[in-house]
């Protein structure tokens, strides 16, 4: 089954507002991640949020981890349209040895 | 940081031919690499994973003698496709992890390569 399911699948948004997306996950995890990914580009890492952290700050993300739901939230604030890419939630799960599974992806969409 | 240099980063090759992918670690030692492959608009999928000086594990469903992996040094590690045919068209994207225990143990991830198969 897949691991990281994000919602919503694609995101419209103004510059300026905040974008929230989310992921779902089925087993335990050490670590969750957030990556960003420009179209036909590499991944880039954004943010790693260990599995006995709640909440996680970095610049204008934000992210939640809820273990008890298996589901995490990546908040982009003050949005600006070279924010637009898509996001991946990716679940490194206990015992797998950095062996991550993606999932889906959010693509994000900022409107100048 | 730790970079991960993939090249080529895209190739164009006729049906029947093989085309090797490259991922080299340029400033750290990567005791795994992993390989992904990615179609239009959908995630990350794991191919294989790459352990300097043994074999390949790969997921199921993944062909081994199709894509045949080489992890011959701890900062190089090859994809090739064996046989390239238009449906192993896609985005195939390494990553590397630094040796268990320093401060580099975590993962990177190469720029990516957009095989196209005519």
């Known amino acids: 089954s897949q691991q990281g399911e994000e919602d919503p699948q694609a995101l419209s948004i103004q510059e300026g507002e905040n974008a929230t997306m989310n992921c779902s996950y089925k087993?335990?995890?050490?670590?969750l991640q957030w990556y960003r990914q420009n179209s036909g580009r590499g991944l880039v890492h954004l943010i790693l949020?260990?599995?006995?952290?709640r909440e996680k700050h970095s610049g204008r993300l934000r992210v939640t981890l809820d273990t008890s739901k298996k589901s995490s939230s990546l908040l982009i604030t003050a949005s600006r349209a070279a924010d637009t890419a898509s996001y991946f939630c990716?679940?490194?799960?206990?015992?797998?040895?950095?062996?991550?599974?993606f999932g889906k992806g959010t693509l994000l969409t900022v409107n100048p | 940081g730790a970079v991960v240099s993939q090249h080529p980063s895209w190739v164009i090759c006729k049906s029947g031919t093989s085309v090797k992918i490259e991922c080299r670690s340029l400033?750290?030692?990567?005791?795994?690499m992993f390989w992904y492959r990615q179609f239009p608009k959908q995630s990350l999928m794991l191919m294989a994973t790459?352990?300097?000086?043994?074999?390949?594990?790969?997921e199921q469903g993944v062909e081994k003698d199709k894509f045949l992996i080489n992890h011959a040094s701890l900062t190089l590690s090859t994809l090739t496709v064996t046989s390239a045919h238009p449906e192993d068209s896609s985005f195939y994207i390494c990553?590397?992890?630094?040796?268990?225990?320093?401060?580099?143990?975590?993962?990177?991830f190469g720029s990516g390569t957009q095989l196209s198969v005519l």
């Open positions: 790459s352990n300097e000086g043994s074999k390949a594990t790969y």
């Open positions: 990716a679940t490194d799960a206990a015992g797998s040895n950095y062996k991550l599974t």
């Open positions: 400033d750290f030692q990567a005791t795994t």
């Open positions: 949020i260990r599995s006995n952290e």
């Open positions: 990553s590397a992890r630094g040796v268990p225990g320093t401060a580099i143990e975590k993962l990177f």
């Open positions: 087993t335990s995890i050490n670590n």
